[in-house]
T-cell receptor, first 115, second 110 residues
Framework: DTAVSQTPKYLVTQMGNDKSIKCEQN?????MYWYKQDSKKFLKIMFS???????INETVPNRFSPKSPDKAHLNLHINSLELGDSAVYFC??????????????FGPGTRLTVL | RKEVEQDPGPFNVPEGATVAFNCTYS??????FFWYRQDCRKEPKLLMS???SGNEDGRFTAQLNRASQYISLLIRDSKLSDSATYLC???????????FGTGTRLKVLA
C-alpha cells in the first residue's frame, strides 16, 4: 500500500554513464515532482508534471530529461552523469487545488552516487 | 536572499523543553504554508499545514503572520523522537511550485 514508490533506492555508477530513476504513485494525484537534495540537505525542485504535461522546469542541465507516461508515473533519465549529480533524488506527488490542504507526499528517495 | 529562510540550527534542547522555530518568506503571494519533518536519510513528511488562524495538533502549534511574512512552529514537552530536521514550505497562489526552506535541525537530549 505504498503511496509513492521509487526505484532504485540506491544507484552507484561511473561518470559518463546514463541512468534512469522511476517513480509511481497510487494516490490518484494529478501532479508529480522531482526534487534534488544535495549534501547540504537543501531540497530543490527540478521538474513537475500535471496530468502528463510539464509545468515546472527549473534551471536544470538538459542532461536531465523527465518523462511522464501517465498521471501515476514520472521517470527521470540522466545522461552523461557527472560527479556533481551525486545527491538524493526525491519524487513527490500532490493533488492540485486552490485549497490549503494540498500537501505533497514524497517517495523514499533514490541515493545516487557518481564515481 | 532565499525565498524561504530558516535558522539551520542545530537547536539542542533537553527532553520536556519547549522549542520554537521561525521561518520567513519573501513573496507576499504565498498562499499555502506547511511544516514538514525529515528524519536522517528519510523522505520529508508532512507535520502540519499552517492555517491563517493558527492551528494546533497535540504538542505542536503552528502560527502564520501574513503582515510580517513569517510562520512559526512551537513544540511543547519535547520528546527524544522529535529529533529531526523541520522544513518550512511555502506555495504561491495559483502555482504548483512548493518552495522549501533549508530546514532547522532539532536535537532533543536525554
Amino acid at each position: 500500500d505504498t503511496a509513492v514508490s521509487q526505484t532504485p533506492k540506491y544507484l552507484v555508477t561511473q561518470m559518463g554513464n546514463d541512468k534512469s530513476i522511476k517513480c509511481e504513485q497510487n494516490l490518484g494525484h494529478d501532479t508529480m515532482y522531482w526534487y534534488k537534495q544535495d549534501s547540504k540537505k537543501f531540497l530543490k525542485i527540478m521538474f513537475s508534471y500535471n496530468n502528463k504535461e510539464l509545468i515546472i522546469n527549473e534551471t536544470v542541465p538538459n542532461r536531465f530529461s523527465p518523462k511522464s507516461p501517465d498521471k501515476a508515473h514520472l521517470n527521470l533519465h540522466i545522461n552523461s552523469l557527472e560527479l556533481g549529480d551525486s545527491a538524493v533524488y526525491f519524487c513527490a506527488s500532490s493533488r492540485y487545488s486552490g485549497g490549503a490542504d494540498n500537501e505533497q507526499f514524497f517517495g523514499p528517495g533514490t541515493r545516487l552516487t557518481v564515481l | 536572499r532565499k525565498e524561504v529562510e530558516q535558522d539551520p540550527g542545530p537547536f539542542n534542547v533537553p527532553e520536556g523543553a519547549t522549542v520554537a522555530f521561525n521561518c520567513t518568506y519573501s513573496n507576499s503571494a504565498s498562499q499555502s504554508f506547511f511544516w514538514y519533518r525529515q528524519d536522517c536519510r528519510k523522505e520529508p513528511k508532512l507535520l502540519m499545514s499552517v492555517y491563517s488562524s493558527g492551528n494546533e495538533d497535540g504538542r505542536f502549534t503552528a502560527q502564520l503572520n501574513r503582515a510580517s511574512q513569517y510562520i512559526s512552529l512551537l513544540i511543547r514537552d519535547s520528546k527524544l523522537s522529535d529529533s529531526a530536521t523541520y522544513l518550512c514550505v511555502v506555495r504561491h497562489s495559483g502555482t504548483y511550485k512548493y518552495i522549501f526552506g533549508t530546514g532547522t535541525r532539532l536535537k532533543v537530549l536525554a
